[in-house]
């Protein structure tokens, strides 16, 4: 039997196991109670309370506007609708990078008021000391490497990132740097797929792709872009599972045309 089906709880330890037996780790954003509650119960192994939730939840084009307090609202949501997945919360941009005791005072509020099982932080060598502070206050941290949305300004660009073998070799020397200071699974954003299989092949630990390839350790995907919520966006990495779009609209629709008809509510639907 699968490691998914006979535990109740995730925990960092059962995605250890996972990768061990080889069987792949489903995860998945939300950000708030109803929508987990869902995903949780369909069967998700981690769920993630992405800074992803500043373009999908608040409509920014970037992820850098979203503060500390806005993912701590989020992730409490979460929690609280959450039985069986292990919830990481990102950290959200400026709440980490500044120095290592603001990246831990972020942290343990994060896991103080959300009562999550971990946070998430975008970048290697450049923020390890403030990856070592959060590990030393024993809260389980995920990494994340490649496409980095924090950091569009520097780059200017969502494309694939690590094309370069500089850039390639960088992400491996980062990987394996997150790796030694005790990170339980990273996160690749957006690479080649050869070097997604390379890191995963490098390391103990989950290593869990976005537009990675299929030969990581699991993957990971915006909630609302998998169940065609949002319209726009159509990288190549992204496997759309309903068209909840037009679903949502023409339900829309056919409320208003009842309203406007007079059609809504019927004998039956009033007291
Ligand atoms: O914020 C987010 O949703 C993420 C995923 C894309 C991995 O970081």
Redesign the pocket.
Known sequence: MSVHKEIKRVTTHVLSEMKLKGEKIA?L?SYDYSMAKLVDQAGIDII?????????MAGNET?LPITLDQMIYHGKSVVKAVNRALVVV?MPFGSYQGNSLEALNSAIKIMKVTHADAV?V?GGKEIIESVERILSAGIPVMG?LGLM?QSINKYGTYTVRAKEEVEALKLIDDAKLLEEAGCFAI?L?KIPAELGTKVAQALKIPV?G?GAGGGVDGQ???IHDMLGITQTFSPRFLRRYLNLADEIKGAVNNYVQDVKSKDFPNEREQY
């Open positions: 995860m954003t993630l309370v992405g800074d992803s939730a500043s373009n999908v992820t990102d998430k975008e994340h949305p996160v954003e869990i976005i990971v995907l915006v």
